[in-house]
């Protein structure tokens, strides 16, 4: 089964130990912005997916994942690079 952006954004969002007003005030946005991002009532617009994947620091091929465990594992491979390494992503 598929997971939906919204509800991958959110897990991303949590496994990071970020806040909706942290994530929200980095991007520019209010946190009801990103809540309906979350909730799956609002579409982001690309740009915002890039940022979004800048701020929680992950791959933006993270918001592809297809279900929870594929999210894990491209979670885990960006956590490979090592702390403060840039994620290969951006090289």
Do not use: H
Request: no cysteine; aromatic share 4%.
């Amino acid at each position: 089964m598929s997971m939906r952006l919204g509800k991958i954004i959110r897990l991303t969002r949590e496994l990071r130990d970020m806040s909706l007003e942290e994530v929200a005030g980095k991007m520019g946005y209010t946190p009801q912005w990103l809540s309906n991002v979350e909730r799956g009532t609002r579409v982001p617009k690309l740009r915002d997916l890039l940022r979004l994947a800048e701020i929680l620091n992950v791959s933006p091929a993270v918001f592809l994942a297809r279900d929870a465990n594929e999210l894990l594992k491209l979670l885990a491979a960006g956590r490979q690079g090592g702390e403060g390494e840039a994620a290969p992503w951006r090289s």
